[in-house]
């Protein structure tokens, strides 16, 4: 169960940073900041942006496979595992989107910023879920909280 955790949170951080530097990208397009542009070009900042997404998808893609052998969240799993490769193939195609959309590929832009938003939230899905089915399996309910810590009674 830790596990399956540890991996939701390195997607869904990994994710977030992907999130963050697509928007700075994207801020550096105001015709203002063309200086900053043409920096983030130089140091080829897209590539760093694939680079934490793959690693994102990836943790997304196991979530997915853990999901799917898990018995109570196996459309869940394979749901993920569909996303997951769904992010990486709209990201990708954003060179020739723009080329097609032309003034409009803003709304692109805000598709993508959304999938990658999804995929965030899936993770966050997966692990939760997991996480209760084991804790069930466990017998442990809502209605009994979970006691790590009991200080011993003062007489």
């Known amino acids: 169960m830790k596990a399956v955790r540890l991996i939701s949170l390195i997607s869904r951080v990994f994710l977030m940073i992907t999130l963050g530097l697509g928007l700075f990208f994207w801020i550096a397009q105001i015709p203002v900041l063309s200086g900053l ?34 018995k109570g969240s196996r459309r869940l799993g394979v749901s993920s595992m569909i996303y997951a490769l769904v992010v990486p193939a709209f990201g990708m195609s954003q060179p020739l989107l723009q080329v097609l959309t032309g003034g409009w590929f803003w709304l692109i832009q805000i598709a993508h910023l959304l999938v990658g938003v999804g995929a965030m939230m899936l993770a966050l899905r997966i692990g939760k879920r997991y996480q209760q089915i084991k804790l069930k399996e466990q017998g442990v309910t809502a209605e009994k909280p979970l006691v790590i810590f009991q200080p011993e009674e003062t007489l």
């Open 37 to 70: 542009l043409a920096l983030l070009v130089q140091i080829h900042f897209t590539s760093i942006h694939e680079g934490f997404g793959s690693i994102g998808v990836l943790g997304l893609l196991i979530l997915g496979v853990v999901a799917v052998f898990t």
